[in-house]
């Protein structure tokens, strides 16, 4: 069960990183720990909350798939263990989760991909992140956005993985394993 009975759900998400050879699928919630009923229906900005699942970049494209279907799935059922404002304990949480020695050296050795599924339609949108190479900062590439529905474990994992191939590392990547 989702954490707010009073929100109005319009999109699930979660982000996946390629870090040192592996997958991580973040699992993502509304921002804030606690969810304040004054603040109103509409769906507050997305934030980290957990690592679903970690898996080898080999794994398969069904694989893939399901587990970020469980990660959408579970969107907003547990909250994050950060105060939002508090901005070095968030990331020292983050950085934790993938062994970095912080979010420079996470930021700076990773590729990220964005999935957004939007729960009228039920479209999954699949979303490469440019990382400081077509402009200077780390973003969704927009126009390399792969829409798929219905999504299926294979067809969106197939995406995710059409996905990484055009994300980029940052220029100043510098711990290529």
Same mark, same amino acid.
């Given at each position: ?78 909250? *994050? ?6 901005? !070095?304990?968030?990331? +020292? $949480? #983050? ?36 990382? *400081? ?6 973003? !969704?590439?927009?126009? +390399? $956005? #792969? ?31």
């Amino acid at each position: 069960m989702r954490r707010s009975q009073h929100t109005n759900y319009k999109r699930w998400d979660a982000n996946i990183y390629e870090y040192k050879k592996q997958y991580f699928i973040l699992q993502m919630c509304q921002q804030g720990k606690e969810l304040d009923p004054a603040h109103g229906v509409e769906q507050l900005v997305s934030d980290f909350c957990a690592v679903s699942k970690k898996l080898p970049v080999d794994s398969s494209a069904e694989v893939i798939g399901h587990a970020t279907l469980k990660a959408l799935d579970d969107f907003d059922v547990i909250g *994050h263990s950060f105060d939002e404002y508090d901005i !070095p304990a968030r990331n +020292k $949480v #983050i950085s934790s989760w993938f062994g970095a020695r912080g979010m420079g050296s996470l930021e700076k050795n990773c590729r990220v991909v964005q999935i957004i599924q939007d729960i009228a339609t039920g479209v999954v949108s699949v979303k490469p992140f440019d990382n *400081h190479n077509r402009n200077n900062w780390n973003g !969704p590439m927009e126009d +390399k $956005v #792969i829409k798929i529905s219905p999504a299926t474990a294979v067809s969106l994992g197939e995406a995710i993985q059409a996905a990484f191939l055009v994300a980029t590392y940052h220029p100043e990547r510098k711990d290529p394993v």
